[in-house]
C-alpha cells in the first residue's frame, strides 16, 4: 500500500468545540444543531463536513468512473449533494446517507451504471459500507 497523502485535523471541546488542519485552511467553530438539544449557531456540525466531504469524494469517482468508461460528462455541471442524517433508534445513534447525483447530458441507463459503479470506486463509500444505509440517486435533466 502507498500512501498518496495525508490530512491531520484537530478537534477540540467536542461538537461544541473548534476544528483546525495541520495542512490549512481548515479551521471553524462547531456547534450542535437546535434540533439535536444544541444551542445552534454559525457553527458547523459533523454531519455537515462528513456530508461535504463524501459529496466532493464521490463526485470525484463519477468523474474517474466517467473517464475510464469513455464517457464524456461536463464535469463542472456534475453535482453530488450529501444528505446526512443524524439519528436514534433503541440501540443508539447512527448515520445515514443519501447522495443526489446529478450527471447533465447521461441517459437513465449510463447514469445509473456510472453512479453505482462510482459507489464501488469512492472511498468514502467504501469506508461506510455495511457499516451506514448509503441511498443513491440518480438526478435527470427534466
Given at each position: 500500500?502507498?500512501?498518496?497523502y495525508?490530512?491531520?485535523?484537530?478537534?477540540?471541546?467536542?461538537?461544541?468545540?473548534?476544528?483546525?488542519?495541520?495542512?490549512?485552511?481548515?479551521?471553524?467553530?462547531?456547534?450542535?444543531?437546535?434540533?439535536?438539544?444544541?444551542?445552534?449557531?454559525?457553527?458547523?456540525?459533523?454531519?455537515?463536513?462528513?456530508?461535504?466531504?463524501?459529496?466532493?469524494?464521490?463526485?470525484?469517482?463519477l468523474?474517474?468512473?466517467?473517464?475510464?468508461?469513455?464517457?464524456e460528462?461536463?464535469?463542472?455541471?456534475?453535482?453530488?449533494?450529501?444528505?446526512?442524517?443524524?439519528?436514534?433508534?433503541?440501540?443508539?445513534?447512527?448515520?445515514?446517507?443519501?447522495?443526489?447525483?446529478?450527471?447533465?447530458?447521461?441517459?437513465?441507463?449510463?447514469?445509473?451504471?456510472?453512479?453505482?459503479?462510482?459507489?464501488?470506486?469512492?472511498?468514502?463509500?467504501?469506508?461506510?459500507?455495511?457499516?451506514?444505509?448509503?441511498?443513491?440517486?440518480?438526478?435527470?435533466?427534466?
Amino acid at each position: 500500500m502507498k500512501t498518496l497523502y495525508e490530512a491531520t485535523t484537530k478537534a477540540e471541546g467536542g461538537r461544541t468545540g473548534h476544528i483546525t488542519s495541520k495542512e490549512g485552511p481548515l479551521d471553524h467553530n462547531l456547534s450542535v444543531p437546535k434540533s439535536m438539544g444544541g444551542k445552534g449557531g454559525t457553527g458547523t456540525n459533523p454531519e455537515q463536513l462528513f456530508g461535504g466531504a463524501y459529496a466532493a469524494c464521490f463526485g470525484g469517482a463519477l468523474q474517474s468512473v466517467a473517464k475510464n468508461e469513455g464517457i464524456e460528462i461536463d464535469e463542472e455541471a456534475l453535482s453530488v449533494t450529501a444528505i446526512i442524517g443524524f439519528c436514534q433508534d433503541e440501540d443508539g445513534f447512527f448515520l445515514e446517507a443519501t447522495l443526489d447525483c446529478y450527471i447533465p447530458g447521461v441517459d437513465l441507463e449510463t447514469g445509473q451504471d456510472l453512479v453505482e459503479k462510482a459507489h464501488e470506486a469512492c472511498p468514502f463509500s467504501k469506508a461506510t459500507r455495511d457499516n451506514i444505509t448509503v441511498n443513491l440517486n440518480l438526478l435527470l435533466d427534466e
